[in-house]
């Protein structure tokens, strides 16, 4: 692969880092948290899901500036809003300015998963687009390693620990943004949004140092083609576009619906209710990090050799194995097993649905509707996180643990058979003939 595809692939990822870090720290500060200014369980599902609900709005609004100022800034607006939430958050005065603070953070996640994923997938090969593409998703579970280890290490340093908890993001969201100076505009956006041939040009002759002027010409009016030239090309809720947006919305809900970030923002919680002390429960997070990291290591290894489909239903078996035993465990007081089935859950997410999606949505649509799609699938996402952690305190009063987790089990079982019945593998299929291979008319 050409380095400079490779290293703007890499910058472009960090931004995945800084999502994971900033979507899991808060779970070392959550209960300290509480403690201090005295939250009910409606204000402090509130305090803890701020972010989420940011993410909610940036995801929605995230195609908005990546279609009409492009990828590279987009990106680099990003890093900004996470530096500011990082700093923010760490000087905190009550519970409403962190919430306020965590929003800004959250609207820079929500952008980043519309943006990062689809400029990775416009700059690279077709043959390379899976493990390019997931270097997003191995910078998510990177960052959320580092946001249990970095809580572990600042637990003990008093009062305030909390609040280092929260700041420390400023470094690394200060150097994010410094490298996205670096970084190429995506060659499709400035032919098809810009219209500018002669740049896109330009950019593919450096992403792709080996093909001859004849092919790059060929290259860019493909992508001219692929884009459509009519009115209906840029439009979005059509029944041209149906298949893609269902699937982008099933797989984000099915996403959520595993349970995957109720368990990791509470996890210390989690770990607790099976009489682990809180300090073993925290180490236990850590322990959820670098499973997570090793076995996306595994998912980006087989993406683009055993498939997306294939990746999708190897995940499905292992929740459903790993959400029925904690379901069990629970209802029969065997909960010993439960942190097991937890690292389980862990690495059939890693391995299935979190090496896949952002990949999955990034692929499937056309170039003219790319950004769109990703908000659509990004938005889907961030929605049910946000309700899922906002209710999940109330839901871990409300029923059993072993309920809450067989609902989960139930929806795995179902995403199973979703699989199974409708999800087309993508693999190796160069983007501009991913629109035939999904049966999308040219507008």
């Not at 800084?18 to 599902?45: M, P, R, Y």
């Not at 090969?125 to 493990?131: D, E, N, V």
């Not at 035993?325 to 862990?346: D, E, K, M, N, Y």
Request: charged letters at 10%.
């Amino acid at each position: 692969m050409n380095r400079r595809v490779v290293m703007c692939a890499v910058i472009a990822a960090l931004g995945g880092f800084l999502f994971g870090f900033d979507t899991v720290v808060i779970s070392g500060a959550e209960q300290t948290i509480q403690k201090l200014w005295g939250l009910s369980a409606a204000l402090h599902g509130w305090t803890i899901s701020a972010a989420l609900w940011g993410t909610v709005l940036g995801s929605l609004i995230g195609g908005w500036p990546t279609e009409n100022y492009g990828r590279r800034r987009t990106l680099l607006w990003v890093g900004i809003l996470y530096f500011a939430s990082a700093v923010w958050s760490g000087l905190a005065s009550d519970a409403y300015a962190l919430m306020a603070a965590r929003f800004i953070g959250g609207v820079g996640v929500g952008i980043s998963t519309v943006a990062a994923p689809l400029y990775i997938a416009e700059i690279s090969p077709a043959k390379a687009r899976g493990r390019l593409a997931g270097m997003f998703q191995f910078n998510i579970v990177f960052g959320i390693l580092v946001a249990f280890l970095s809580n572990a290490l600042l637990s003990g340093i008093g009062a305030n620990a909390w609040r280092w908890m929260l700041g420390v993001e400023a470094l690394p969201a200060l150097l994010y943004t410094l490298f996205c100076f670096g970084l190429l505009e995506s060659p499709r956006w400035l032919i098809t949004h810009r219209g500018d041939r002669a740049a896109g040009l330009d950019v593919f002759r450096q992403i792709n140092p080996g093909l001859s002027e004849a092919e790059l010409q060929a290259l860019a009016d493909e992508v001219e083609t692929a884009a459509g030239h009519t009115r209906d090309a840029a439009r979005f809720f059509t029944r041209r576009l149906a298949t893609p947006i269902l699937l982008a919305f099933v797989i984000a809900f099915f996403n959520q619906l595993s349970g995957i970030n109720a368990i990791l923002y509470f996890a210390p919680r989690i770990f607790e209710m099976t009489g682990l002390k809180a300090s073993a429960a925290l180490l236990q997070s850590i322990g959820l990090g670098a499973t997570n990291l090793i076995f996306t290591f595994v998912g980006l290894w087989l993406i683009d050799r055993a498939g997306r489909r294939t990746l999708l239903t190897i995940g499905s078996f292992g929740y459903i194995a790993s959400l029925g035993l904690c379901a069990w465990a629970f209802f029969t007081g065997h909960v010993g097993i439960v942190p097991a089935c937890i690292f389980a859950f862990i690495a059939a997410h890693a391995v299935g649905q979190g090496a896949v999606i952002w990949v999955f949505i990034s692929e499937i649509f056309p170039n003219r509707n790319r950004a769109a799609g990703q908000a659509l699938g990004s938005f889907t996402h961030w929605m049910f996180a946000a309700l899922l952690t906002l209710f999940f305190p109330k839901m871990v009063e409300a029923f059993e643990p072993g309920t809450i987790f067989a609902i989960f089990c139930g929806m795995m079982v179902l995403q199973l058979v979703w699989v199974r019945l409708v999800v087309p593998e993508t693999k190796g299929v160069p983007l501009e003939q991913m629109q035939k291979k999904l049966g999308i008319r040219e507008a």
